[in-house]
């Protein structure tokens, strides 16, 4: 904002909500829905989220009464997941690059992280560090598909293989699929919770933030088996007591929304997903082609930065766009080379960075 750039650093969209969820949101208000909603969720919107996923992913044993519990937005559905099952000294795998939140969270639970590598360009795992990660102190591990930062979507494969050692080492799933509606070139979303013997050890964490570009509402969910769903709910009650009562009424009506709503989201995702692509590898950044979620990840070697967060700041300065360093999403020194895009935007927005990266020329090279 100091360096009027055009942000293509955070994840939130830059146009409108769904006219018909606003209306939804405005009538609770209207009809009064203002106090304190139940503390794990309303009731509407508690089976309508039962229903979601009975309907798409045939999870027809999730309960409203049971499994549900409403949160503002899924970042404090993963805190209070995490503060509710973990015990200190507890470790926790996540893959790496990861969503920022993902280590800070385990941490605050009292808990250690312990990261497997996803390795570009296809951000791939190695089964055999997946293994060496899990021990008997593994009490869960974090999964995002489809991922932040890097687009991947896991496939069956891979969750069967993740699902096997939490049987072996009988650790939890803790999934976040912000972003299941958001993927691209037919592509499927597979719910870890969906395989054998993991509804029992899943936690699924979603929200109506990326769906239904509302990312200001702060309204999420977790699904959890009854046995770890008291520990959540408590923690829940005690961190925020229930997320925004009329925003859970539009919720419930946003999660009838019919099928084309979510085809033409991804399919506009898509569009703006190769418009940037283009634009990127135009000005010389080495992009990973994402398969979901709505960022690129790219890298910069080319440009000849000492590191992502100096050319970071040489882009929101002198070139004007703002994008995320890549070690913003590592543990280790892997993301120096790395430098995040998002591409939510407007075509405008897009087209307006392009105009400002002709300015930047990869080392080496003249400007004509
Ligand atoms: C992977 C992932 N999880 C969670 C969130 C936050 O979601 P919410 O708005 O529901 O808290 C984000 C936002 O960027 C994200 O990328």
Redesign the pocket.
């Known amino acids: 904002m100091l360096h009027g750039a055009i942000n293509l650093s ?2 939130f969209p830059d146009f409108s909500a769904p006219v018909e969820l606003k209306e939804a949101a405005r009538r609770a208000i209207a009809d009064d829905i203002n106090q304190y909603p139940i503390t794990w969720g309303a009731e509407a919107f508690r089976h309508a989220i039962a229903g979601k996923y009975a309907d798409l992913y045939g999870m027809d044993w999730v309960r409203p009464e049971h499994h549900v519990t409403v949160t ?7 805190i209070a997941s995490m503060l509710g099952v973990l015990d200190p000294g507890d470790e926790v795998v996540i893959f790496e690059p990861f ?1 920022e ?1 993902y280590g800070p969270d385990t941490i605050i639970s009292g808990a250690v992280p312990h990261t497997v590598t996803l390795y570009p360009p296809d951000w791939i795992f190695d089964e055999a560090e997946l293994r060496d990660a899990f021990n008997e102190r593994t009490r869960g591990i974090v999964i ?1 598909t489809p ?2 930062p890097t687009g991947k979507v896991f496939s069956r494969d891979e969750l069967e293989m993740i699902a096997t050692l939490c049987r072996k080492w009988d650790a939890i799933a803790i999934s ?1 699929e ?2 299941e509606h958001i993927i691209y070139d037919g592509q499927q979303h597979v719910p870890i919770a969906t395989l054998d013997g993991m509804a029992d050890r899943t936690i699924t ?1 979603n ?4 769906t239904y570009s509302v ?1 200001g509402w ?3 969910w977790t699904i959890s088996p009854p046995s770890l769903t008291g520990a959540i709910r408590k923690v829940h009650d005690f961190l925020t007591v229930g997320a925004p009562a009329p925003l859970q009424e539009a919720g419930a009506v946003a999660l009838g929304f019919a099928e084309d709503y979510y085809t033409s989201l991804a399919a506009h995702y898509q569009t703006r997903r190769d418009a940037l692509l283009e634009i990127l590898e135009r000005h010389h950044f080495t992009t990973y082609k994402p398969f979901g ?1 709505y960022y690129i990840m790219t890298d910069i070697s080319a440009f000849g930065f000492a590191d992502d967060v100096e050319f970071a700041r040489y882009l929101v300065k002198d070139v004007g766009v703002a994008a995320v360093p890549g070690s913003s999403f590592y543990k280790t020194g892997a993301g120096r080379t790395k430098l995040r895009f998002c591409f939510c935007k407007k075509d405008a927005t897009l087209q307006e960075a392009d105009r400002r990266l002709l300015k930047l020329v990869p080392a080496g090279a003249t400007l004509h």
Do not use: H, P
């Open positions: 955070q994840g503002c937005g899924s970042t404090e559905a993963m969503y939140n995002n991922n932040n976040d912000i972003y964490l929200g109506l933030s990326k990312t702060r309204v999420g979620a």
